[in-house]
């Protein structure tokens, strides 16, 4: 029976297939023209492969090879798709294609390989690229031909850009790789078979995907060497994908049926490594270069570098040449790879970047050009030091080169940090808003920004470590950052996993709560980075608070009420800015120095409520113009707000010691302006009264807390001193109060030695002055620099730093003088009043010299003033200072005695005690690092001194790998890799140490290893004698005392004396001798734990007694073999007493008060040796 309804479908169905089909044949034709553009695209990046390879590269064989195929390949698909092509024009256009492709590819191989056979042929080298540019043109026309050629009625931007994958896609697959695994460990540990399953299947296919993706990337890429990085990862991830996830499968099968099964579980950890590295490798592979690749390429350059100077001293004129093209290359490539970060930047930085890269560039291509006729010259005659010297002088300066280059590049600041900080938990609310609509698309997105910025963070890190002059921003950095790339992987592994999980139990609480936790681990690396890198923000942002609060002062007093408001509003957003950024700090230090985080907090919280006041005084000011009282408490108000400020960045910048030394300096400061007032007259106002009693009771607080951390006499005497304090500034303000101008004055006097004793019941005045000295020659040198660059207004931050230091530099310096004898009293008394009148000089003449800058006469002034107080500030430290080397040695016998408190203290597991141990040997390093600079710079010799300056860079590295062992440590107990870890990083730092101390010496070396031996040998005695008598406490406190000896880091030091002595055979015994006794105290160590461990323990006793016996021995020993020739030692000390008197003179003709002081020194000590 017919039927309409029926005739409806068939015909609707009858098109739909006709329709179905148009599409499947498009879709065929389109796949043959997909095929031709890849096959183009591949010839093209294989091509520009084999054209950068340098002469004589062993992979030009395989580049041709893989070339010549890949042009075989689209060769035979272009004469395939002419066959299909119907349009006569595009049919003769794609023949002479291919006709061009097949005559052209013989030509550049034969010119390659004539470059590849012979360097100096430029002129095939410039036929391969005349013939490279004619071939990429043959594949453009190719690839539009076949573009032309397809049959489709639809719109031809769908094969406009065939890959369409990003660098995007593939960190999303990363993460999603990263996610799946840690669903895949969570479903093991709850024993679910099905879940596990299901996420393994997951995995590969996510693994899959992600090879897919970097296969595309690779296909575009036209960079050798990241080339190079795609295949390798690619290779590594499908070689897991064919092999390892099969015994994946198996281990985790092994592992559900026995959870205890140990070997499986480590199997599986090794297996879910391996995944994570290729997926990393994919993904740095398409990751763009930044600063750290720079930075290991110019580190690379320094073997063929040493290669090129060894090559010169052996005159081999062929090696030469060779390394000197090695070293052209690496600087090209560095230069390159600069470029390209360049043009990669973000638009706000990329204007800057390309700028100084040019800059560098010429430095560099003329470095370059000279390079090799100051090789070829000084091979010709490697007698000749002159020449030697020029070429090595070029070596420098492109080594110098490179590294500004990589600081060039670095992008990121402090400010940087703090605004990725804020955007962290921005991303973090847009990832739960996603979970909660389960919008798989959005949560990816979220998840791949919380790694941007977490990623940004870190390069921000590195930047900031690499520019900034603070050593202590650079080590904690630099210790952040040496695991920190392990960290974040970690942590968006975790995110990735409980966002999984969500999307999948939308209903199960849990998850969130394990996702809030993850997260939580996010923001405090994130505000590790910002709390590290805060002192820089912290002074950055109070110099900017300050000049906002003046500028504010100043529009009110004009009137102008719109500037006003404008400073008002920026000066409350950059008091916020600081609050947040304390807050950050405070967070970081909550476990490690509780105390300092609540002062921080409580600065913090005042500095926050002093903002509606100060608008308050600003509406008044504006009620009332012209009003002095209203004027008056506004200045008052934003003084009040700067001060505030400074105090917060004060705790946020120091520890508490610190802090109470900073305070004494203004203290000390503000009671010389009251005893000038008072000697002229006047009676100090009761606002100056009430903010020096402000600055006491937070100095008191200050001792307190430093009282609480030391012990003995320094924490009896911070009390009394503090104490006395007290009461005396109830007395001032009681003077003040009833106008007792007598009395005020003696109260004063009063104040001004209890201040500085109070610091110096700290017992580290040397300490805080040499620390205070460099820190004033860094902000005055800092200021010589911008006086020709910046206007006076813009100079006065620098002069308040300059101001702030010398203050405290000076006060120390009378602190000491008041310890000191009276004739030393004298001398410092007298340079410190000189340095005070060249530095009031300096701000009126910078002033001038402003005002008119083209008078040479006021420029030389400036100069010449600058000059006169880096001498001066020399002199001072002179006067005021022990011999340099004895406190290095001091120093050095301090940092091992914290050493091995932090060696035992991390033994036991106790985290309070390895920390306190930890910071005070960090800090000793820092100090000591400080103190071995100014004796390098004393060195006469240029190889010495180079020396120990390569010495002390080692020892400030070695610190911060030190502090990174020790958490990692803490962390992990139980980890026997770890531990190790911090033992060789213990044992390294203490050699570090050992070194500075011997390399800065001039004192010769058989002195130095008699005294130490002699020293060790009478604790041996001592210890050997307590034992001996048997009394129980005794024995304790002999065993506690020589615990804390820092027998180890002495017998470093012994040694590294012991191989810089002169004479060959005693340098070889002494060696020998220190070997013996450092293999007996590889043994005595252990024996004083254990007998501490079990005081009544008599066969640990006499084995102690056994190892100071033999120790005692070998140090006696020792003294033996360094004295045993006095006839070198006696000819040694009087040709460096000749060198010392040599000094004095040359110091003496150059009116060099800092070389004659030091020749004095030294010919003094060096004489009573030789007598």
């Known amino acids: 029976q017919y039927s309409k309804t029926a005739k409806k479908l068939l015909l609707k169905g009858a098109k739909g297939v006709m329709e179905h089909m148009v599409v499947l044949l498009q879709t065929a034709d389109l796949y043959e023209v997909t095929r031709g553009i890849r096959s183009c695209a591949r010839v093209t990046a294989k091509k520009k492969v084999l054209v950068s390879l340098g002469h004589g590269e062993s992979f030009f064989v395989t580049a041709a090879q893989e070339f010549v195929t890949h042009t075989v390949e689209t060769g035979k698909l272009i004469q395939k798709r002419i066959k299909d092509i119907d349009d006569y024009q595009l049919k003769k256009r794609l023949e002479e294609c291919g006709e061009a492709l097949r005559i052209n590819t013989e030509p550049l191989l034969r010119f390659m390989t004539e470059y590849m ?75 679910d078979a099905p879940a596990a399953k299901a996420a393994l299947k997951a995995l590969k296919i996510a693994l899959g995907d992600q090879i897919s993706t970097a296969q595309q990337l690779a296909k575009s890429c036209g960079d050798p060497g990241k080339l190079v990085q795609y295949e390798n990862a690619i290779r590594a991830a499908q070689s897991i994908i064919d092999s390892d996830l099969p015994s994946f499968s198996k281990s985790i099968e092994e592992l559900l049926r026995r959870p205890d099964n140990s070997t499986a579980l480590n199997r599986l950890k090794a297996l879910m490594g391996h995944i994570r590295d290729a997926s990393n490798m994919m993904v740095s592979a398409s990751s763009a270069y930044n600063a750290d690749d720079l930075e290991e390429l110019v580190d690379g350059m320094g073997l063929p570098i040493a290669r090129l100077a060894q090559a010169v001293q052996r005159g081999d004129i062929a090696d030469a040449a060779k390394y000197v093209t090695d070293v052209q290359q690496a600087a090209r490539a560095q230069l ?7 043009q990669g930047a973000r638009p706000e930085h990329r204007d800057r970047l390309l700028q100084g890269v040019k800059a560098l560039k010429m430095n560099i291509d003329r470095l370059v050009a000279a390079l090799p006729d100051a090789a070829q010259r000084a091979a010709y005659e ?25 600081e060039t590049v670095s992008v990121g600041t402090p400010h940087d940090l703090l605004m990725s900080h804020r955007a962290l938990g921005n991303e973090y609310a847009t990832l739960v808003s996603a979970l909660d609509r389960t919008d798989r698309k959005a949560a990816q997105s979220a998840l791949r920004q919380i790694s941007d910025i977490l990623n940004d963070e870190l390069v921000y890190a590195r930047a900031v470590a690499r520019k900034t002059d603070n050593p202590l921003i650079t080590e904690a950095l630099n210790t952040l950052c040496a695991n920190g790339q392990q960290r974040i992987a970690d942590i968006i592994s975790t995110l990735g996993r409980y966002s999984e999980e969500s999307l999948d139990d939308p209903a199960n609480q849990a ?52 500037a006003s408001a404008a400073a008002i509003k920026s000066a409350v957003e950059e008091a916020r800015m600081q609050a947040e950024a304390a807050e950050l700090v405070a967070m970081s230090l909550s476990t490690t120095d509780p105390e300092r985080a609540a002062r921080i907090r409580e600065y913090a919280q005042q500095l926050l409520s002093m903002g509606p006041t100060l608008v308050g005084s600003l509406k008044k000011v504006i009620a009332a113009p012209g009003d002095q009282a209203a004027l008056g408490e506004l200045s008052a108000n934003a003084g009040a707000m700067g001060s505030m400020s400074d105090q917060l960045i004060r705790a946020t910048t120091m520890d508490a010691d610190e802090e109470l030394m900073h305070a004494a300096a203004l203290i000390d400061t503000e009671v010389r302006n009251m005893k000038d007032m008072v000697a002229s007259g006047k009676m100090p106002n009761p606002a100056q009264m009430t903010n020096l009693a402000k600055l006491v009771m937070s100095q008191i607080k200050l001792a307190n807390i430093v009282a609480s951390k030391k012990g003995g006499a320094k924490n009896e005497g911070l009390i009394k001193a503090s104490q006395l304090m007290a009461d005396l500034i109830k007395n001032m303000v009681g003077a003040v109060r009833d106008g007792n101008l007598a009395g005020l004055e003696s109260m004063l006097d009063t104040a001004a030695q209890l201040n500085a004793s109070l610091v110096a019941a700290r017992g580290k005045l040397e300490d805080d002055f040499e620390t205070a000295t460099a820190e004033l020659k860094r902000h005055l040198d800092i200021l010589e620099q911008r006086v020709p660059t910046q206007s006076q207004a813009q100079l006065q931050g620098a002069i308040r730093d300059v101001d702030g230091s010398l203050a405290r530099a000076t006060f120390l310096a009378h602190a000491i003088a008041r310890q000191a004898e009276p004739e030393r009293q004298k001398q410092i008394m007298a340079a410190v009043t000189e340095l005070q009148g060249l530095y009031q000089a300096l701000p009126p003449a910078i002033h001038a010299h402003k005002g008119r800058p083209a008078d040479p006469a006021l420029a030389a002034r400036v100069t010449s003033l600058f000059g006169d107080i880096h001498a001066s500030i020399a002199t001072v430290a002179n006067a005021t200072t022990s011999s340099g080397e004895e406190r290095l040695f001091a120093r050095a016998a301090q940092i091992g005695q914290d050493l091995a408190r932090l060696e035992d203290a991390v033994a036991r597991n106790n985290q309070a005690e390895a920390n306190a141990a930890l910071q005070s040997a960090v800090a000793g390093i820092r100090v000591q690092a400080q103190l071995a600079k100014v004796q390098a710079e004393q060195i006469r010799d240029p190889a010495q001194r180079k020396a120990a300056l390569e010495q002390i860079d080692r020892l400030e590295k070695f610190a911060a790998t030190l502090s990174s062992a020790v958490k990692d440590t803490l962390a992990k107990p139980g980890d026997q890799a770890k531990r190790q870890k911090f033992l060789e990083a213990l044992a390294a730092t203490r050699e570090a140490v050992a070194q500075v101390v011997a390399g800065s010496s001039s004192v010769l070396p058989e002195e130095r290893v008699h005294d130490i031996a002699q020293a060790m040998q009478e604790e041996m005695q001592k210890l050997a004698a307590v034992l001996q008598r048997g009394n129980p406490q005794e024995i304790a406190n002999a065993l506690s005392r020589i615990q804390q000896y820092g027998l180890q880091q002495q017998a470093d030091i012994l040694r590294a004396y012991a191989s810089s002595v002169s004479d060959p055979r005693v340098r070889r015994d002494a060696l020998e001798a220190a070997a013996e006794f450092d293999r007996t105290l590889a043994e005595l160590i252990p024996a004083i734990r254990a007998a501490q461990a079990n005081p009544g323990d008599k066969a640990a006793i006499q084995k102690v007694l056994a190892g100071a016996n033999d120790a005692e021995r070998i140090l006696g020993n020792i003294c033996t073999i360094v004295t045993a020739h006095p006839e070198s030692r006696l000819a040694s000390l009087s040709h460096m007493i000749a060198e010392d008197t040599s000094l004095i003179r040359d110091g003496l003709s150059k009116k060099n008060a800092v070389e004659v002081n030091a020749g004095g020194l030294n010919a003094k000590r060096d004489t009573a040796h030789l007598v």
Not at 382 to 406: C, E, F, I, R, W
């Open 117 to 191: 056979r012979d360097a100096m042929n430029t002129q095939a080298q410039q036929d391969a690229q005349v013939a490279s540019a004619r071939l990429d043109e043959v594949v453009q026309e190719t690839i539009v031909v076949f573009k032309l050629s397809a049959k489709s009625p639809f719109d031809l931007s769908m094969i406009s850009d065939l890959d369409l994958k990003d660098d995007v896609d593939l960190r999303d697959a990363a993460m999603r790789v990263a996610g799946l695994m840690g669903v895949l460990q969570g479903a093991i540990q709850r024993g």
């Open 511 to 562: 998850n969130r709560s394990n996702l809030d936790r993850a997260f939580a681990d996010a923001e405090l690396l994130s505000s590790q980075f910002v709390g590290a890198a805060s002192r820089d923000f912290m002074l950055e942002s109070g110099q900017k608070l300050r000049g906002h609060l003046d500028a504010l002062v100043l529009s009110a007093q004009r009137g102008d009420y719109q």
């Open 336 to 342: 390159l790879m600069a470029d390209q970060i360049s």
């Open 382 to 406: 490697p007698a000749n030091q002159h020449l030697y010297a020029m070429l090595d002088s070029v070596l420098q300066d492109l080594t110098y080169n490179g590294k500004q280059l990589v």
